[in-house]
């Protein structure tokens, strides 16, 4: 079943570029700048005339929510907000029927987001579903949806769902970006033909695994990691953090990079290691110089940079190379460095990786 992996998260792991491709089959028609999405399609309305979305979700797919918060508001121009579904149903939040609310969830059976869709829909907003499992609970409880296809998640870490979620949050806001006419067909096209060669870059990025493995041996006994990124590679940062958290029970935070002096500064020291997304778009001078800063301060870098770089490389303790590719698909590639290097340590330190203490694959209890 495990298809010669020691655990399904590996091979779960390994699996993205398929589940990616499963993602927008039928859906992204590149060469054509079409994307066929029926559940947008026979809403197109709600969508074009929403005052603001709403995204909600818990844990790994609250993650994807952020990335798909950039995008949605960089490509489409629509305002979103994205909350964590167990907030949101106990806030009273101002909801009407001018919003749509996005929930997203691999298995449709999360019990806050459940609750979340339900009190959205009691007050007259949309409510469209992402989800894996087919037939879950939140599927049948939206309006609207579409299902990620990443094929069955049996490891407690989210893995496939989360690069698969991101895959389906970019075509939903392309979808829109052109309804809107915010993005031109020459444009929208070769946007997705560059997404059609992020599968192949994910198959090349796994093939550093042994790469990954020496980090990981240097890093397994810390007991504090920050994870760093900005724009649309924070929500990797906290997804980086989380991973690790989850099945090593090595404490770790993600943060926006520029927010590190505004606290976390103070936790550096050459006991702390820091995992820092520094790609070649998005404000690279910027976490340079954060990069700079933990130097200073006797920090242990390790750096996702893209590939060719030298800057980066000349100041941290290690580097990973990603392809490159569009900055806002990025988080597609700098996932994955992320997911292999908690994978290994907590092999590396003996722990349940499929099945972390005090862990459920769905969380059906509030
Ligand atoms: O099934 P869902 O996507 O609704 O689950 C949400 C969270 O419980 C889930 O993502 C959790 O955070 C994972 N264990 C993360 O790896």
Redesign the pocket.
Known sequence: EKSGYDHFMLKEIHEQPKAIIDTYRGRMLADEGIIRLSGIDDNINRFLNAERIIIV???????AGLVGEYLIEDKARIPVEVEYASEFRYRNPIITSKDVVIA???????AD?LAAIKLAKAKGAFVFGI???VGSS?ARETHAGAYTHAGPEIG????K??TT?ITLLTLIALKLASKKGEISKPQLREFMQEMQLIPKKIEALLKIEDKVKEIAAVYKNATNCLYLGRGFNFPVALEGA??LK?ISYIHAEGYPAAEMKHGPIALIDENMPIFVIATSKGHYEKVVSNIQEIKSRAGKIIAIVTEGDTQVREIADHVIEIPETAEALTPLLTTIPFQLLSYHIAVMLNKNVDQPRN?A???TVE
């Open positions: 979700a818990c844990g790994t797919s609250w993650h997203i969830s691999q298995s449709g059976e999360t987001t989800c894996n499992v939140i407690v870490a989210s893995t769902a989360f979620q989380l991973k989850e862990l694959k769905s969380v």
